[in-house]
């Protein structure tokens, strides 16, 4: 193996990533400067050396806690509960939310192995039961709202999710499901409309 | 910016890599082991470090002259010009081309400021003159295919590299055009239907 196949290799590893795509990859860097390369390797070893998890909301961060938990100008008593802390950066682009978060890790997935106690579940308890925030000095938590995928594995994880958290928080609510913004009844799923229909609201 | 956003910028530097796709590989690699993001970083560094051109025949390779000018079982008499070094690849996988190889480095392009001497012709016709192969031990070259890509440019190159080699070898021939194997002709273009009705052969 050359180096050059070595790197085609690790490209393809990469999800979304085929044999070809990998060459192309490789071939692009080869007909860049040297610095494109060095750049590329060295954020990724960046990553590897910096990035960990927060002791607080499992999300992944550089500093522990993360800069949204330490955030004293979030909203400590709204917790948002996601699957992945890559689901976080989609809501903080939208801008709605302001809450803290809570990264599960994953979501319940039985023939994938993956079991509630794979799951960031049992400190989610514990944070709800002790108030939020680093140090839970912000006081009780109000709301945890699920924001698991409207997949089957994430509605299973959020009515799970929502069972442990039975009597240690006044409310937990789940997103809201229907027809995406821009969307076209024409296009969307049966269990979509559906769903979009049964959680209709008064003008 | 985080080491995360860092690595997904220098994602998206690379061709057919977006944003949110730069994201989705940089948190992939999150849940890997670190050791997928070491390897990745690794072989970028070797890529950089060891891969240069071939002297003889301008290829990318680690060793030089390159694998294919020192393998003594092909046949160093036929010469396969090219565009680029990942044009090789693709040929040798067909597996029908069994002698040597010369990498021009691109394609005459006015409109990118390429001209030709920018790419390597004037090293292929001294290679022709003097005969192929690594210290042209081999004896004279007696033909040179000429497989650039049936673009406009490609065209115009192959055009200009059979003007340069007129008198220096008895055959430069051309790669022919037509329908793929496995295409429609409904779905072909008309140029390319024109190439294949004018390239027909007796059965």
Redesign the interface.
Known sequence: M???D??A???A?????GRK?A????????KQS?E?????????????A??RRCSVCNN?T?QDPCALCADPRRDHTVLCVVE???DI?AIERAGEFRGLYHVLGGRLSPLDGVGPEDLAVQSLVDRVSKGAGAGGSEGAIREVILATNPSMEGEATALYVQRQLAGHVPTVSRIARGIPVGGDLEYADGVTIAQAISARREM
Chains 1, 2 share one sequence.
């Open positions: 050359s180096v050059i070595d790197l290799a690790e490209f590893k990469l999800p979304g990533i795509t060459l192309r990859l490789t071939y692009h860097l080869l040297p494109q390369s060095r750049q590329l390797a060295g954020a990724l070893e960046a990553l590897v910096r990035v992944l550089e992945d802390a890559s950066g």
